[in-house]
């Protein structure tokens, strides 16, 4: 599973906006798909 797949599975439930916010710090994750997961959550 890619780390964009879990950050959907786990926002917001188990992970908040600053941990997405590391996995970008730390290239992980990108900016994009952090906030379309933020969005999609809404």
Known sequence: MS???LAKK???RLWDK???EALVGAGQLA???MERICNESE
């Open 18 to 20: 600053s941990r997405l």
């Open 31 to 33: 900016e994009e798909e």
């Open 10 to 12: 786990y926002y917001p």
């Open 3 to 5: 780390v964009y797949e």
